[in-house]
């Protein structure tokens, strides 16, 4: 089954085109199956980029995916046209009396304010108490993962003397928790962030399982024991040429950034960029859809607890 989406949205055509199976909402109302209802909080600049990324991974299954994009009310987006906006997304006051079966929380590149100085933290944090008694399972990734820990547990991050920017190794902790079933013990997954937070800090959440870590990115992907809560520290949704992209960026704006690690081939951005990454990540949001959504969410969300 495919992921239902406006065939006007950008991310239509661009899936379409890659051979990702996207339906036309006309043709999913015609389908006697109830989709699984997710909702993606869009905390990205590059909205567009970001949701398309997000749609790809969320298209590989077969199950059948309703998707409602969130902004944010209280921030103006500056990156992406007011009238995409206004067709496409919705804000937290407009869903906040619905309930989804799933819901993913983005990063930002917003790692160096302090999380009460952000301009939607009031409005974020209204979010993350929504997520708690209205959606079965939420991702939330990066920057969003960070500020989750932070505001659901008191977890502290800590900066980096430098930006962890690349594709690392990892290894599988809990090869048997379901959120990880057919990954390989190691894999590979991009990052790009100033802070981190640190095993030890994890440590301090009840329930909480250390499922994927690396030597040099520290911890990866870290899920409560009902998977009704997933932090994942990295971003396997980006595209080949999203670390090129923001290295590019990071040069013309004359800051000191160096060579994305093991992305390029051989470490030459003039030898092209070798993908490590796109079947485990893959992998993870079609076992999330499966395993932590689909087959525990029950079939009338209003019997969500």
Not at 20 to 27: A, D, G, I, Q, S
Not at 173 to 182: C, D, I, K, S
Not at 241 to 248: A, C, M, R, V
Request: charged share 30%; with cysteine.
């Amino acid at each position: 089954m495919p992921i239902i989406i406006s065939d006007k949205l950008p991310a239509y055509s661009t899936l379409r085109e890659e051979n990702v199976f996207v339906m036309k909402e006309l043709r999913a109302q015609t389908q006697d199956i109830r989709p699984l209802k997710i909702a993606v909080v869009n905390l990205m600049p590059k909205k567009i980029e970001t949701e398309t990324q997000l749609i790809r991974m969320l298209a590989n299954t077969p199950l059948q995916v309703e998707l409602q994009l969130l902004h944010m009310e209280t921030h103006e987006t500056k990156n992406t046209r007011i009238d995409h906006l206004n067709n496409f997304y919705k804000t937290f006051d407009d869903i906040k009396k619905q309930k989804f079966d799933g819901m993913i929380i983005t990063g930002a590149p917003i790692e160096t304010v302090p999380y009460e100085e952000v301009d939607y933290w009031e409005e974020f944090k209204s979010i993350l108490d929504f997520t708690k008694t209205n959606v079965f399972s939420t991702i939330h990734l990066c920057w969003g993962a960070q500020a989750a820990l932070y505001h659901h547990y008191g977890v502290k991050r800590h900066y980096l003397d430098e930006k962890l920017f690349g594709v690392f190794s990892h290894k599988v902790v809990e090869p048997t928790f379901r959120l990880m079933r057919g990954f390989d013990d190691e894999f590979y997954a991009p990052h790009s962030r100033y802070t981190q937070i640190s095993e030890d800090e994890f440590g301090k959440v009840p329930n909480l399982k250390v499922l994927a870590k690396s030597r040099e990115a520290g911890i990866h992907i870290a899920s409560t024991e009902n998977m009704r809560q997933i932090f994942i520290q990295g971003h396997g949704e980006y595209d080949k040429d999203t670390l090129k992209n923001e290295y590019l960026r990071d040069l013309e704006k004359g800051e000191n950034i160096k060579i994305p690690k093991n992305y390029f081939i051989d470490n030459d951005p003039k030898k092209g960029i070798s993908i490590k990454w796109r079947g485990h990540s893959n992998l993870l949001f079609s076992n999330w859809l499966n395993y932590c959504v689909y087959q525990e969410t029950p079939y009338n969300l209003e019997d969500l607890k």
